[in-house]
């Protein structure tokens, strides 16, 4: 390619236990959005690193511009001219938005921070991506998918040559994916080469030119172009054979009274007026734009933030839920929070023990004790159902790939067997061929008997799995209706409640 820009030739990568990367090629041109595709482990980031500074190759090059490059660290690929945004949250949440923006970069006046130069060129990345919020705002209060916006602005802040963006669009809802594209496709324009990882295969048919493949650390295909591919050539590239489709029939026998009822609940988030339920037996998906308030509603369920008006019912029987802890032991209620890194797993601990970690007080109360094969015993059949890629049930969760970590923390909740399961967006970088794992499960524990409250972003994902949905604007339910599972009828009836 003779405008190629970033060019990595033969790159090799091991970790202990694994061949991240395995003689692995790529090469990106100026202008050009590229698509890097491929399985929970298949090794996206791993090469994103080595673009980046993180980590350097065993073996191979990379090219810049023609010249061989070797960054020692992520500054050193900055100074290069190589912007990121990496799978895993980097912002430091006490500091303002402005603050994290400018970080590389702080504008100074007079030797100190000049806050206002920062909110100033920190607004017009907000803008550009149409984030309305206050540069001065610490991060620490911004939604999950707020932080990924932020994130975004700090990358294009840095008006690189090379943009890598790893999976940037995982917690965002279309509305906002648009926006992003628009930045994307106009750097492009102007001669930036872009390289975007995604499980979302739409979003790559609609903006990259160009698609490297890899499956287990090896190239499946290597920088080719997207137009000639359909979506069956990629997943046949990516997992080795079909797409499994299911589908999903509609419930035999539904619990008599609702499992979780919401009654003209108020909270001190600004909730008002919602009501909901959610039966034995039945998945209730809860969609809405970011923002909507849907996570903060599952928070407030759960106690950890305060109702102020209304009731909730568990079984029947009105509850006051004090906090997670509680929603578990006394009110059988599980929690697959958003925010999984931050409330979902201990990253120093093995996969085993995070999955065992929500049954550990039944466990233990059993028998007073858990030892390392109960936890073992109790984590392994969720590794399988989920195809876990990890070396060992010992491997520590903080050395698995982002979807594996993801998976983790969905097992873990999976093994608790609660009567009710709240899931936040539970396949958010989730490969498609997990992702396929993943709605069986969930529909197997709901026609088990399990309520099962999904909060998904995922609009095919929500359809094809929710009996009902409930639809969420401002904190407030709009509408809420049967799912028959016909696509077309359903997005357009979501949409019109929101758009209206
Ligand atoms: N620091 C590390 N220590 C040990 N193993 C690692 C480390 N980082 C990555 N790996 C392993 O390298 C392999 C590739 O991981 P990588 O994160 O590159 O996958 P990925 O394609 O980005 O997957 P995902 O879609 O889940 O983000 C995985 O088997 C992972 O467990
Ligand atoms: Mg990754």
């Known amino acids: 390619m003779s405008d190629a820009f970033v060019v990595v030739s033969e790159a090799s990568k091991a970790f202990v236990g694994v061949q991240a990367l395995d003689r692995v090629n790529l090469s990106v041109g100026r202008g050009q959005i590229h698509a890097l595709l491929g399985e929970n482990g298949a090794g996206k980031s791993t090469l994103i690193k080595i673009l980046t500074g993180v980590h350097q190759p065993d073996a191979g090059e990379v090219r810049l511009d023609g010249r061989p490059v070797r960054f020692r660290n992520p500054r050193e690929a900055i100074g290069a001219g190589i912007g990121a945004v990496h799978q895993e949250r980097n912002l430091i949440t006490r500091f303002s938005i402005a603050e994290n923006i400018t970080l590389e970069n702080p504008p100074r006046r007079f030797g100190m921070f000049d806050a206002a130069a920062a909110a100033n060129a920190t607004a017009k990345w907000l803008k550009l991506l149409g984030l309305e919020l206050n540069p001065g705002t610490p991060v620490v209060r911004l939604s999950v998918a707020q932080m990924q916006l932020v994130e975004i602005a700090k990358a294009l802040s840095l008006e690189s040559r090379f943009l890598v963006l790893d999976e940037p669009t995982s917690s965002l809802t279309p509305h906002e994916t648009r926006a992003l594209f628009t930045v994307l496709r106009r750097l492009a324009q102007d001669g930036v080469a872009i390289l975007f990882v995604s499980h979302k295969l739409e979003e790559v048919f609609e903006l990259c030119s160009h698609v490297t493949v890899l499956r287990d650390g090896r190239n499946a295909c290597a920088s080719q172009p997207l137009a000639g591919l359909t979506r069956g050539d990629i997943v046949r590239l990516m997992i080795g054979r079909e797409e499994a489709v299911f589908a999903a029939a509609p419930p035999a026998s539904l619990g008599a009274a609702p499992a979780l009822e919401l009654r003209g609940v108020a909270t001190a ?70 925010d999984r890194k931050g409330e979902g797993l201990i990253l120093q601990l093995s996969v085993a023990t995070n999955i065992a970690a929500a049954i550990w007080h039944r466990l233990a109360r059993l028998l007073g004790f858990l030892t390392r094969r109960m936890q073992d015993a109790a984590a392994t059949p969720f590794v399988r159902a989920l195809d876990i890629r990890t070396p060992s049930l010992a491997q520590r969760v903080a050395n698995l790939s982002g979807g594996n970590q993801q998976k983790v923390s969905v097992a873990k909740w999976l093994a608790a067997k609660s009567r009710i399961l709240i899931v936040d967006e539970p396949t958010v970088g989730i490969d498609i061929r ?67």
Request: no cysteine.
């Open 269 to 338: 988030l600004g909730h008002r007026d919602i009501s909901l339920a959610v039966r034995g037996g039945e998945i209730l998906g809860l969609y809405g734009l970011v923002g909507a308030g849907r996570s903060e509603l599952a928070r407030a369920v759960i106690g950890a933030a305060r109702i102020t008006g209304g009731e909730v019912l568990v079984q029947g029987r009105r509850a006051r839920i004090r906090d997670v802890t509680a929603a578990v032991r006394r009110f059988g209620i599980g929690y697959v929070s958003e």
């Open 434 to 500: 997990s992702k396929a794992f993943l709605h069986e499960l969930l529909l197997r524990l709901a026609r088990d008997g399990t309520a099962v409250l999904l909060i998904s972003s995922d609009m095919p994902e929500l359809i094809a799995l929710a009996d009902r949905i409930a639809v969420m604007k401002e904190f407030q339910v709009i509408d809420s209706f049967d799912n028959t599972r016909d696509y077309a009828a359903a997005s357009a009836r979501i949409m019109q409640a929101i758009h209206g």
